[in-house]
């Protein structure tokens, strides 16, 4: 059986389980097992299948267990554990996947525990500290560098140890807890151990390992708490279907959700997921149509603005009014905008900039990923040998919120591959600007008390897109981006997510970032707890609207309207659903209340008269129709309603007048083909053929203008005309198009 077979099997054999088929989900085990001849499989699918078998009889006899739910559970999760073991014994034997690589590898090697990694590391810090004390000179540097790297592949070989670890037992737990707990091994080798007990576990469920990652949750220092609780999100929603098998793993979240500072990290961490999706929009918004009107524009500017002017003190505050110009006048200005706001809300703009900055061999290795930012890195260690110029682009690395800790490693690289005048020139730049840099992070704490963990929790979700787009081997691993957006479905995060305020806000970024499907699930969970705001009814309403079903959009907007009365924005909405679903009755009764909030609004004038025209009321259609255009004398659109509305009462004389004035300023295909049928009820079949054409030219080819023409008919009997004529016109025009 070959990868894809496997991968099949296990995946059909998961189905099996969740739909509780479990004497087909064994036999498929026993499939998998035979195929490698694993006794240990074997053994173990044949003992469960026996105690299953046990367990049916004991049922059907009639036998009460007390028991009968946890050992039917147990016997579930025995047998997601045994699947998952035979498909892996499988892959370990043939996967050239990077996981099954470094396994085989470990397993030729002496295993090292983590006490022995714990010793080893407290001594290379040790060694750091005493090289500290060192004299300034090439020795101090020869030392510091050739420890960094000693340090750097005892962390690598961690990463990897823990990343293709076994499912653990207590004895392991303490050890990964003695590591955390060891206040000699510093933050930045924990925060590796986290990312790395985060990547197995989402190559191979662990409870164990669950419930020693949420308890790092509640890490007094924040780069390892904020790591943990990003970690079990997507942990959580590729597992979810296996939760109700371990109560202990939600009782351990349950327990963390009385934790106010886990609350709030969870769910800006939930946020930031959110916002991760929009990551290729924003992408694509800034390859394909912001930056490729800034290369259009750069000749303009060059031509009509001087550099000096550009580049002076004044900077961007304030813009040269010409260039301000040019920019509104090509509609970048919106987009710039734009983009400033997505950079204010935390949105990860600088994807695309540091995309093409990550095949340097320090990303070759996966464990590189997941580094926070280090200046005594061997592999940029370089970039900071001068004293000055160095701490003050390590302060300027440091302080900046606005690229993650990959992005900083691309930065720095990209530096060091300039010559040497241009790296000089632009770290001194970087200098000058850490003191701006500095004060903005200062201003940005004092206006948001938790600015350092959302920073933390913001870089090291970039961190892990990067990894999950970028990675040269990423397509091995499950894109944790890709999976849905169903936060507030999880039940087992109902504890944290169903707290006052929460579920409104994911809800909230759900609907800001048009994931309507979302959305509607989350407004309706709210509504459901009991939350019957008009504004709540109102976004289901919009959502519905926009996925679209309109029927179901209608009745949110009319509960709406129940609990708050006359809001225009929902008498609107109401109207417009049952005019689109072919009830003009029902949208002028919400029309005319419309009319009386907003008497001077022209729209709403306008859609009564629509409403008249598809009742058939032609004469009070007018009179509305009249109204707007002796309000507003260039409203094109009262124009061409008058206009179809004479046409359908026969008064070809005003029609002709308004169709004559709409000709003249931009007319589309309907205008022209409208205009023809006044003709044709005018008995003017030249003229008629001649605006038919001008119709055919804007609908851009004749079966669009045929069909156009089809659709009105009906209406042009009802005018008089007589219908056999049509098909000679149409000849008349295919004759005049081929001459």
Not at 220 to 225: Q, R, V
Not at 473 to 489: A, G, S, V, W
Request: aromatic share 12%.
């Amino acid at each position: 059986m070959d990868l894809s077979e496997t991968a099949k099997k296990l995946t059909l054999i998961h189905s099996h389980i969740r739909q509780k088929q479990l004497k087909q989900a064994i036999e498929g085990v026993k499939e998998l097992a035979a195929l490698q001849h694993n006794w240990a499989v074997s053994e173990k699918i044949t003992e469960l299948e026996s105690n299953y078998q046990y367990m049916l009889h004991y049922l059907l006899e009639g036998k009460k267990d007390p028991d009968q739910k946890r050992i039917y559970d147990k016997l579930i999760r025995d047998i997601y554990t045994a699947a998952d073991d035979a498909a892996e014994y499988l892959y370990l034997q043939e996967s050239p996947s990077l996981f099954f690589d470094k396994l085989r590898l470990m397993n030729l090697r002496t295993p090292v525990s983590m006490d022995e990694y714990r010793e080893v590391l407290t001594r290379q810090n040790d060694t750091f500290t005493f090289i500290e004390l060192l004299e300034e000179g090439s020795e101090k540097e020869n030392r510091i560098k050739q420890n960094a790297l000693a340090h750097e592949q005892t962390l690598q070989e961690l990463f990897y140890s823990i990343y293709v670890s076994p499912r653990a037992n207590a004895d392991q737990i303490a050890s990964y807890r003695s590591m955390m707990e060891d206040e000699l091994i510093p933050v930045y080798d924990k925060c590796i151990v986290i990312s790395a007990l985060t990547m197995n576990i989402l190559q191979r469920f662990d409870a164990e390992k669950i419930i020693f990652l949420l308890d790092l949750c509640r890490r007094p220092e924040p780069e390892l708490s904020t790591r943990a609780v990003i970690g079990i999100i997507p942990i959580f929603q590729i597992y979810s279907e296996r939760w109700y098998l371990y109560p202990e793993c939600n009782d351990r979240l349950q327990l963390l959700s009385d934790d106010k500072v886990f609350n709030r990290r969870f769910i800006t961490s939930v946020i930031g997921y959110i916002q991760a999706h929009e990551t290729e929009k924003i992408t694509r918004k800034l390859t394909e149509e912001i930056l490729p009107e800034m290369m259009k524009l750069s000749p303009m500017i060059g031509k009509k603005i001087k550099l000096d002017e550009w580049i002076g003190e004044s900077g961007l505050d304030e813009k040269n009014p010409e260039w301000q110009k040019i920019l509104d006048e090509t509609g970048l200005t919106d987009k710039l905008q734009e983009f400033s706001e997505l950079q204010l809300e935390g949105a990860d703009v600088f994807h695309s900039t540091f995309s093409n900055l990550k095949s340097y061999p320090f990303f070759h290795e996966m464990n590189n990923w997941f580094l926070p930012f280090n200046p005594r890195h061997s592999s940029i260690q370089q970039l900071f040998v001068n004293t000055e110029e160095g701490s003050s682009l390590i302060e300027t690395m440091f302080s900046t919120s606005l690229i993650c800790n990959s992005d900083k490693y691309s930065f720095c690289f990209s530096i060091m591959m300039m010559p040497g005048e241009y790296r000089k020139m632009m770290i001194t730049q970087l200098g000058a600007e850490s003191d701006e840099i500095r004060k903005m992070q200062e201003e940005e704490e004092v206006m948001k008390p938790y600015q350092k963990e959302e920073t933390l929790i913001k870089q090291y979700i970039q961190d892990l897109y990067r990894f999950h787009k970028l990675y040269r081997r990423h397509t091995e691993f499950t894109d944790i981006f890709t999976l849905p957006l169903n936060y507030h479905e999880i039940k087992a995060f109902h504890p944290v997510v169903l707290q006052p305020g929460y579920l409104e806000k994911i809800a909230l970024y759900y609907f800001e970032k048009n994931n309507f499907s979302e959305a509607l699930r989350a407004y309706t969970m709210l509504a459901d707890e009991g939350k019957t705001t008009s504004e709540i009814w109102q976004k289901i309403g919009y959502c519905r609207q926009m996925m679209p079903d309109l029927r179901g959009a209608l009745e949110a907007y009319l509960h709406a309207d129940l609990i708050e009365e006359n809001n225009s924005w929902v008498l609107h909405r109401i109207a417009h659903c049952y005019r689109v679903l072919k009830e003009p009755e029902m949208a002028l009764t919400y029309y005319r209340r419309l009319e009386q909030i907003r008497p001077d609004d022209l729209n709403i004038q306008l859609n009564i008269g629509h409403c008249f025209l598809e009742l058939k009321q032609y004469d009070k259609a007018l009179n509305y129709y009249f109204k707007v255009e002796l309000l507003d004398g260039n409203n094109t659109r009262a124009w061409r309603s008058i206009a179809w509305c004479a046409f359908l009462t026969r008064k070809f004389d005003i029609a002709h007048k308004y169709y004559t004035r709409i000709l003249e300023i931009k007319p589309n295909a309907h205008d022209y083909l409208n205009a023809g049928h006044v003709e044709l009820c005018l008995e003017n079949p030249k003229k008629t053929v001649e605006l038919y054409r001008l119709s055919l030219l804007k609908a851009g080819s004749f079966d669009t203008f045929a069909s156009m023409l089809a659709e009105d008919e009906d209406e042009l009997r009802e005018a008089g005309v007589n219908s056999n004529i049509l098909p000679i016109i149409l000849d008349k025009i295919r004759f005049e198009e081929e001459g």
